[in-house]
C-alpha cells in the first residue's frame, strides 16, 4: 500500500535555520527506510513566495503569486510502500522525532494520506 506523508511547518519560523545536525540525521533514516523497502521518495519543498496557485473558480483559471497567508506551509513530503497505515505513520512519527530531537523549539506535524491509483480501483 502505498502512502505519502506531508510534512508542514511554520513557513517563518523564528527558531532560526536548521542545526548542523539535522540533515544528516534525516539523512540515516531515509536510510533506513529505504533499506527497510518503505521509502520510495522524498523532498523538500521551496518557500512559497516561489509558488503559483492556479484554479478554476466561477468556469475562469485564475492564478496566484506566493508567498500565501497559511499558518503553516508544506515543507517536505515522503512517498512510502508499506504493508499497513499504521506502519506508514511509524515512520512519518521517526521522522518526527528526527526533528524533535535534533533541533530544539522546532514545531510541525506529519499528515499520512493513502494513495489510490488505477492499480487500486475495484474490478469494473
Do not use: C
Amino acid at each position: 500500500m502505498r502512502f505519502i506523508m506531508f510534512l508542514r511547518t511554520p513557513e517563518n519560523a523564528e527558531i532560526g535555520p536548521p542545526p548542523p545536525g539535522l540533515l544528516p540525521a534525516i539523512g540515516a533514516l531515509g536510510e533506513e527506510a529505504a533499506k527497510a523497502g518503505a521509502l520510495i521518495d522524498t523532498a523538500g519543498f521551496a518557500p512559497t513566495f516561489t509558488a503559483v496557485r492556479s484554479r478554476v473558480v466561477d468556469g475562469e483559471i485564475t492564478r496566484a503569486e506566493g508567498p500565501f497567508g497559511e499558518a503553516e506551509a508544506l515543507a517536505a513530503y515522503a512517498l512510502y510502500d508499506v504493508a499497513s497505515r499504521d506502519e506508514a505513520v511509524e515512520w512519518a512519527e521517526k521522522f518526527l522525532a528526527v526533528h524533535r530531537d535534533n533541533w530544539p523549539g522546532w514545531e510541525g506535524e506529519a499528515e499520512v494520506r493513502q494513495l489510490f491509483g488505477p492499480a487500486d480501483a475495484p474490478p469494473a
